[in-house]
């Protein structure tokens, strides 16, 4: 694997817009260990191995479970995440596949059962946000394992 774009070489200002978004996400309100489950589980989709790797570290610094990580691209065979994670997990998987001629109705009455339409739209802006990360560190070639969970 080679790193095509280093951080030093990034233009001024390039992730400025990205880390704003990050940290609202994260001062949010939003149970962060349930974010880094929809994290690891788009990164996974977009085959993004430095978000992989670096979800994987904060999922365990937030508490999570190797068991529950590595398991989520199974999620709906596994019996241990809660009908409030599957909901997650379902709607960011739709969101990262979505056709334009689909709708997402069902998804966000399954999630109305466990979040209120500002945390439904926070949770949308989670999904956007780790796509686009995906695709940047892909784009980039950044290189896995560098990553230090705090």
Not at 7 to 25: A, F, I, S, V
């Amino acid at each position: 694997m080679n790193e095509r774009i280093h951080m030093t070489d990034y233009p001024t200002g390039l992730l400025e817009g990205m880390r704003k978004t990050q940290d609202y996400l994260e001062q949010s309100g939003l149970d962060q260990g349930l974010l880094e489950l929809l994290y690891m589980r788009v990164s996974q989709i977009n085959s993004c191995a430095y978000c992989i790797d670096m979800h994987y570290k904060k999922g365990i610094h937030y508490g999570e479970t190797t068991l529950r990580l590595i398991s989520v691209s199974a999620w709906r065979e596994t019996p241990y995440y809660s009908e409030k994670e599957q909901a997650v997990l379902e709607f960011a998987e739709k969101l990262t596949h979505m056709p334009a001629e689909e709708h997402s109705d069902d998804l966000h009455l399954a999630l109305l059962e466990h979040f209120n339409k500002q945390e439904i739209a926070i949770l949308s802006l989670a999904v956007a946000q780790i796509n686009s990360w995906n695709r940047l560190m892909r784009s980039f070639g950044a290189v896995p394992s560098k990553f230090k969970a705090e």
